[in-house]
């Protein structure tokens, strides 16, 4: 547990910094992309900014969100992701990726990765919104009724859960 005031703490302060810097884009775009696969989600490399994480990818967010704007027009904005690439595109291919999954961990780890590396501003919403859906039916299919039945230690096992205990 962090020893350190919630708001107004060092770990924001340095982040804040950081996100000021970011000057392009191009360079938002993988800043954010970075940030969220190591602190963001269950498949995170780290949780060293356990009381914070959330509070800075907002941040990163707003920044990415004024550079987009600055940089793309409006159909761009509505039909590209901000790292220029076709957003519909990028969407029937995972979406496809999850039509051809029958394994609800797999079909688990593809939703996650999703959001992940794709939640807005990196897509624009009006495509992100449609696709997440989408792969969350396909989710909740392949998870059938008897996936909360599994005993807890059994279901840690069978996600690959690490216990982390605070004392």
């Known amino acids: 547990m962090a020893n ?10 340095e982040w804040v ?5 970011l000057s392009s884009l191009a360079k ?21 900014l356990e009381l914070d994480w959330g509070w800075i990818e907002l941040k990163i967010e707003q920044k990415l969100a004024l550079l987009k704007h ?17 957003a519909q595109q990028l969407a ?14 797999e079909a688990e780890k593809i939703h996650i990765q999703f ?11 009006n495509v992100f919104q449609d696709t997440d859906r989408l792969l969350g039916n396909k989710l909740m299919e392949l998870r059938n009724a008897n ?16 216990v982390v205990t605070l004392q």
């Open 28 to 48: 938002g775009v993988q800043f954010l992309k970075d940030f969220r696969e190591q602190y963001t989600t269950p498949l995170r490399k780290s949780f060293d």
């Open 17 to 21: 910094k950081k996100i000021g810097a």
């Open 147 to 162: 996936y909360y039945d599994m005993p807890l230690e059994e279901l840690r096992k069978a996600r690959g859960v690490n």
């Open 115 to 125: 959001r992940q590396q794709w939640k807005p501003p990196l897509m624009p919403v």
């Open 70 to 86: 600055k940089e793309m027009n409006d159909a761009q904005i509505l039909n590209k992701n901000a790292d220029g690439t076709d």
């Open 92 to 105: 029937n291919q995972v979406l496809a990726s999850m039509d051809r999954c029958n394994d609800k961990w």
């Open 4 to 13: 350190y005031k919630i708001h107004d703490n060092p770990v924001r302060d």
